[in-house]
């Protein structure tokens, strides 16, 4: 599943090649993506016809467009948004009008007289796309999903306070979308590799210390991934434009299973974990004390 720097880059795409331009036509070509919008496919393409993109935004994993108001007097703050999540293989496409169409083309957007086609691509379709009444700043979906380690007004004092409370392992914290938000399975295995932390050390049990350098690994680690467009292991995560992510070239410990750690040697260890997989170095991210050793996929 796409990370907060793979769909970052896909925010970035959208905001250059999107925005300004009224929609001239929706044509839904599977219900499945606009499940959500309950009255229908038919009724997502006719609200949002005549529309304007004004902004590419992103919480987390999450990305929403708002929509420029209904009319002249309209509160743009206070006004509707595209909301999309791009699932297990979403993508965010933008294409030249008449360019031949994808195989899992669900949902397209032509934009302006003579303007690009954005498309909504999604072969699983675990992704989707909504109306967010009122979303235009933050959609109500979204209310719940803590910002990201990215974000500017994450505040690193009251991450820390949360993971020192919390019983669980600091992978499963990491993954807890309430309290960070973007972490996803490939960021939390590389920022613990960083931070030389195993992802079952409970959080209590770490000092502030050992808290700030996990948080500072994730931030690394994101940013490493943004200035390579992303993660690709396969052809489903792509930027606007169609074009893969090199970050995978770069990943220390995610999926290099028997591989040496780079860092002492270690052959990279692989465990089952929350119907996945963790990636670690046994060396250098010792396993707690009192736990057993995790059974090896």
């Not at 993506?33 to 016809?49: E, K, N, Q």
């Not at 206070?78 to 979403?90: K, P, Q, T, V, Y």
């Not at 700030?212 to 994101?222: D, I």
Request: charged letters at 25%; aromatic letters at 6%; proline letters at 6%.
């Amino acid at each position: 599943m796409p990370e907060l720097p793979e769909v970052e880059v896909v925010r970035r795409g959208l905001e250059q090649h999107v925005l300004d331009q009224p929609i001239t036509a929706v044509e839904v070509l599977h219900p499945r993506p606009v499940r959500r919008h309950l009255p229908g496919p038919d009724d997502f393409a006719a609200v949002l016809t005549g529309r304007t993109f004004t902004a590419a935004r992103r919480r987390g994993k999450y990305l929403w467009l708002p929509l420029a108001p209904d009319d002249e007097d309209g509160d743009e703050d206070g006004g509707d948004a595209l909301l999309a999540h791009l699932g297990m293989s979403g993508q965010m496409l933008v294409q030249p009008k008449g360019a031949p169409d994808e195989r899992h083309l669900r949902v397209r957007f032509s934009l302006g007289a003579d303007g690009p086609e954005l498309r909504f691509v999604d072969q699983r379709m675990f992704g989707g796309l909504s109306l967010a009444v009122g979303g235009a700043v933050l959609p109500d979906e979204l209310a719940h999903i803590a910002r990201d380690p990215l974000d500017p007004a994450f505040d690193d004092a009251e991450f820390v306070r949360r993971v020192r409370r919390s019983a669980s392992g600091i992978k499963r914290i990491l993954l807890n979308q309430s309290v960070i938000s973007g972490v996803g399975n490939i960021y939390a295995d590389e920022a613990l590799w960083l931070a030389r932390l195993h992802g079952d050390r409970r959080g209590d049990r770490l000092k502030v210390v050992e808290v700030e350098r996990v948080l500072a690994g994730a931030r690394e680690v994101m940013l490493a991934a943004l200035g390579q467009g992303g993660t690709s292991f396969d052809a489903l995560y792509v930027n606007v434009n169609g074009e893969s992510g090199y970050f995978d070239r770069s990943l220390e410990v995610y999926g290099q299973d028997g591989e040496p750690c780079s860092r002492c040697g270690t052959a990279v260890s692989r465990v089952h974990f929350m119907n996945r997989s963790s990636y670690f170095c046994a060396r250098c991210q010792p396993v707690p004390r009192g736990l057993a050793p995790a059974r090896r996929s």
